[in-house]
């Protein structure tokens, strides 16, 4: 069984601060892995996906994240946080399946990430 | 442009009653998904097809039921067996390859009285 633990529900920081948003993940498989961000009262877009290879990935806006297999982590980063940044990320972890299946994805419980001033 | 649609945004019912969420896509993905999504609890999966004419339970699937009739298309109705149906539903597509990475639709907001 997959999970995922996403710490800290509600995160603030300033505008132009470090962004750093935390995952940990449970697979008994290599992992597929994933954020997205969700505006309020829309649905997820993809912000950067790992699957294999390079173990730092660079996605949209801005924001990276480096799989860490010794540590089971994905952090999300982003070097200088905007107001537009202000929104709910999501972590997820795929079972990975095989081609001519679907997979399912297992997500965290999300983190709020709020921006101030 | 291509994308997934869901309709209504909001949705507003009596208890006891049943009602349809619509998906469609224009993807040309053969899988698509149904997620719950409650404050604090992240998405939880409800159904999944992998093609027409076929769809898996997922975590929580009890109190909803679905259909594929249509490979652009697979609506959800929530039940009156489901106890709790007030939530933000999303449905997702992707295709069956090595990845599978899920496109999200917009959601659909159901309120029941």
């Known amino acids: 069984a997959q999970s995922v633990t996403q710490l800290g529900s509600h995160v603030s920081v300033s505008e132009g601060a470090l962004v750093l948003l935390r995952c940990n993940y449970s697979?008994?498989?290599?992992?597929?892995l994933f954020w997205y961000v969700q505006y309020p009262n829309q649905g997820l877009q993809l912000l950067l996906k790992?699957?294999?290879?390079?173990?730092l990935v660079k996605g949209i806006n801005g924001f990276e994240a480096e799989f860490k297999k010794s540590e089971t982590s994905f952090h999300l980063t982003k070097p200088s946080a905007h107001m537009s940044d202000a929104a709910e990320y999501f972590c997820?972890?795929?079972?990975?399946?095989?081609?001519?299946?679907?997979?399912?994805?297992?997500f965290g419980t999300g983190t709020r990430l709020q921006v101030t001033l | 442009d291509g994308g997934i649609t869901q309709s209504p945004k909001y949705l507003f019912r009596k208890e006891g009653q049943n009602v349809t969420l619509s998906c469609e896509q224009n993807l040309n993905h053969d899988a698509m998904y149904w997620y719950r999504q409650d404050p604090g609890q992240g998405l939880r999966l409800i159904y999944y097809s992998q093609i027409v004419n076929d769809f898996q339970k997922g975590d929580i699937a009890e109190g909803y039921s679905v259909s594929r009739e249509k490979k652009e298309s697979f609506p959800l109705t929530v039940t009156s067996a489901q106890k709790n149906p007030t939530a933000f539903y999303l449905c997702?597509?992707?295709?069956?390859?090595?990845?599978?990475?899920?496109?999200f639709g917009p959601g659909t907001r159901l309120t029941v009285l």
């Open positions: 790992y699957t294999t290879g390079a173990t």
């Open positions: 697979s008994s498989v290599p992992p597929y």
């Open positions: 997702a597509s992707s295709n069956l390859d090595y990845y599978n990475e899920q496109f």
């Open positions: 997820a972890v795929s079972d990975r399946g095989y081609t001519g299946t679907a997979s399912k994805l297992t």
